[in-house]
């Protein structure tokens, strides 16, 4: 992975991507390791690098690469053609990205715990060791550009969730409990549904409990039209 960029290391997940001509990867990767303890120092530290594969070259250039990702990402997932792109799932929120989508894309904060490293405040000690303020760190670069959804209410974690695409651009993702729930990823007016949907990123994340409950799923596949 020296060949790609200095820093990747500390690789989480990788994936091919839809839409390219070429051999497209996408790479969820750490730099900077952090835990629970040091959020106060160092809490947005994964980052995502996309490279076209040149395998007769041996050539990997760089499309695009987001910085400033959650602690605590687990995975990416592609997006189908048309719409194409990427998911990144966290903890405590799902985000997109792709080539035509503004930096840093865009993020569905699904509860109160995204970003709250940075509320954190020193606890109160006894008056004959009081402890120390703790730093503040800047907010999540999505509060920072507005690029965001805010579904804080759900009160659910994507922590150990499985999900599969039924079309383009509607996720079906089964959470650690078994709760079901549908994603829509909307886009602009007119630019299509499901199938029919066109390229050009989205506008916010739609979320809607299917009412259902399974055993917990490891993994989800679509099935083909019989």
């Excluded at 194409?84 to 930096?103: C, E, K, R, W």
Aim: with cysteine.
């Amino acid at each position: 992975h020296s060949d790609i960029a200095g820093d990747v290391r500390n690789i989480v997940d990788f994936t091919f991507l839809h839409g390219y001509l070429e051999p497209t990867l996408a790479i969820l990767y750490e730099p900077t390791q952090t835990w629970v303890g040091r959020l106060a120092s160092a809490k947005d530290t994964f980052s995502v690098i996309v490279v076209s594969v040149d395998v007769s070259q041996k050539m990997f250039p760089v499309l695009y690469k987001i910085d400033g990702l959650p602690y605590n990402c687990t995975h990416i997932k592609p997006v189908p053609k048309p719409l194409g792109g990427l998911l990144v799932f966290s903890h405590n929120s799902l985000i997109y990205m792709d080539q035509a989508t503004p930096a840093p894309g865009l993020a569905c904060v699904v509860n109160y715990f995204f970003d709250a490293e940075t509320r954190l405040r020193s606890m109160p000690g006894s008056e004959e060791t009081p402890l120390p303020p703790v730093k503040q760190q800047p907010p999540s670069v999505y509060y920072k550009t507005g690029r965001v959804t805010e579904l804080k209410d759900l009160g659910i974690s994507l922590d150990g969730s499985s999900s599969v695409f039924l079309s383009p651009d509607i996720l079906l993702i089964t959470l650690r409990n078994g709760d079901m729930y549908q994603v829509d990823l909307v886009g602009d007016f007119g630019i299509g549904r499901s199938w029919k949907r066109r390229r050009g990123g989205i506008k916010k994340f739609e979320f809607k409990a299917i009412g259902m409950r399974l055993m917990r799923a490891s993994c989800l596949v679509p099935l083909p039209a019989v």
